[in-house]
């Protein structure tokens, strides 16, 4: 323990120095490893999930990948992507409740497909900078005629959504699935996968990797993609950051496509900020399965609560005959409990018990309502082929 406070104090100094203007413009060292702070607690936090659902969506054959973010006292925004049938990934939209949910106003269309001369737009996340204003990251799906390029991009609002800037290239590449976290010292970091065409193949499909573009000016500016996961044949995905309390540090949960025992755990100090030697692994305990459970689960969505206590939600065949590659819209969902550092997950539930297999419920999102109340956004998708959003409430059981 003596060792960790000592690396602890000089974390903290780093970060101190990192933060000093004139210190920031340049370029960080390259960080020795460190390790988590040392919890191995197993929370004893249980999620008790309501069995009724409430659809948030507006009418439209496809919506999928909602997510809710706080942006005023009473005021909330929805963000999700939707389609026509077999164009679901085609336009993005927010919906605004100003009444902490109980209603919520017509959905307004951010991104479409006919515009820019992109197939489409989809997999949005949005944040509260510190600064007031919003930012929404997404994947922009390549252009028309080259469908190999995609663009993470983002918008600005500085009237909480009433207006946004237009739309401005983060990072180009084989890329989607972007997840941003703001940093203490105002940095924002986006993670996001990256498919290497030119590299091997893995179960038919070539290998993924993590990477992560940062901005030190509250997105003006953005540095090149920096990779900060990957593990040969796995196929890493789908990655979900959080930002540790209490200077604990940065995860990312995901998926491992190709790994019976997904999902995995990524974590870096504030202090070091990924600037390490080597990707994390299981050797130099920057990575570690969630849960031993023998539950696969992909597309990872993370919360804390007050308490440190850290919550994890996943897609999961669920113990029903369905093929959760290729049938992966049936999935169901299920929820852990684990400590203050993102491990010993376990206390499995349940969102959806006895969800009929011609159903699903995936690409989930995590919302912290209040200290008691945890709301699970999730895409559901029904015997038709057609998918909402919806809303299920969660009770947080100490």
Known sequence: MKNYNLLFLCNCIITILISIPGCREKSPVTAADDYPYPDTSH??????????????????YFAEYGRIRKIGHDSLMLTYHCGKKNEEWNNIVSRLSTDNSR??????????????????FCQPDLRLLNNGQLILVYCARGYRGDTAVNHIQYMLSKDKGATWSNPADIASGHFWEPNLVQLPDDELEVFF????????????????????????DKGATWAQPKEV????????GMPHALLLNDNKGIVFAIETVNDTRSPYIVWSSLAAKWQYNSDASEKNKRRWQAYPAPVWGGAPAMAQLPGGQTVLAVQTEGGRKIDRYKNWKKNTIVTFTGNTVA???????????????NEGAYFCSLFLKDPHTLWLISSRNFADGHSEVYLKEGHIRL
């Not at 929370?43 to 439209?60: C, F, G, M, N, P």
Request: include cysteine.
């Open 43 to 60: 929370s004893a936090v249980q999620i008790k999930w309501e069995s009724t659902e409430r659809k948030l969506s507006h009418d439209v």
């Open 103 to 120: 209603t919520w106003q017509k959905a307004r269309y951010l991104l479409q497909s006919q515009t820019q001369n992109f197939i489409g």
């Open 193 to 216: 996968t990256c498919e290497n065409t030119n590299s091997k193949r893995s179960a038919g499909r070539p290998e993924q990797r993590i990477m992560l573009c940062s901005s030190l």
């Open 229 to 236: 996961d990957f593990k040969p044949r796995i196929r890493d």
């Open 343 to 357: 491990k010993n997950f376990s206390n499995l539930t349940y969102a959806y018990p006895n969800l009929p297999v």
